[in-house]
């Protein structure tokens, strides 16, 4: 348990259907992030927030929506989403946003997109 | 852009067995190395990290890694490994130089180490 939750676990979805991911940690961290994880590539950050504010965004398609609250939640919003975007949606936060912080992960959604 | 090469996807190795996995990263320039672990359906966990210092890091698990500049390499080894090491393995790296408002972890695409009984 690294205190970082991700709900739900695995996610089914249709094209046309809206769904959220959603990341909680308790860890009084200020950076929190998305990542995809697909078979065979390397993980690729989608967005980074800090202070609960947008401060990366790595060409993510629009179809990806993230929300930041306030700085323990995280969530990503899914519409109209493609089968290739199926993968696994990892969560991460870290103390601060830099690069000698340790980045803390959560298990990830499954999301397969039928 | 900063790029991570895992030379090896797949490690099949001995238990009790040593085992090294290999990092290498592009850049010449400073850099922060980390090395991730994935177990089967469950998030990255940080094995270790060099940010400065004694090239030769300890992590957790009985793992080490040796920083090398001059072949920009950062690889993991283990002298006797277990059963439950099998797993996957992330090597990432970060730019110190980024600015306060930058991040980029960049990772590599992974070596999935079995141990075999």
């Known amino acids: 348990e690294t205190g970082v939750t991700q709900t739900p676990r695995h996610l089914v979805m249709g094209m046309t259907n809206k769904k959220s991911l959603k990341c909680e940690q308790h860890l009084g961290h200020n950076a929190m992030y998305w990542y995809k994880q697909s078979a065979k590539k390397p993980l690729e950050l989608m967005f980074v927030?800090?202070?609960?504010?947008?401060?990366e965004n790595n060409s993510v398609p629009s179809r990806f929506s993230p929300e930041c609250p306030n700085s323990s939640h995280l969530f990503l919003h899914l519409h109209t989403l493609q089968p290739e975007d199926s993968a696994l949606y990892l969560c991460?936060?870290?103390?601060?946003?830099?690069?000698?912080?340790?980045?803390?992960f959560g298990q990830g959604t499954r999301l397969t997109v039928v | 852009a900063q790029s991570v090469t895992q030379l090896d996807s797949q490690v099949p190795v001995f238990e009790e067995a040593p085992v090294e996995l290999r990092c290498n990263y592009s850049s010449s320039v400073s850099v922060y190395l980390f090395w991730y672990v994935q177990y089967p359906n469950q998030g990255l966990q940080l094995l270790l990290k060099y940010l400065s210092g004694s090239t030769l890091v300890k992590g957790i698990n009985g793992f080490e890694a040796e920083f090398n500049k001059s072949q920009t390499s950062f690889h993991l080894r283990k002298p006797s490994v277990h059963i439950s090491d099998t797993a996957e393995y992330f090597c990432a790296v970060s730019d110190p130089n980024s600015g306060a408002g930058s991040y980029q972890l960049t990772f590599g695409k992974g070596t999935k180490l079995s141990v075999i009984p």
């Open positions: 991460a936060s870290s103390p601060l946003q830099g690069a000698n912080t340790e980045a803390f």
């Open positions: 927030y800090n202070f609960k504010e947008q401060t």
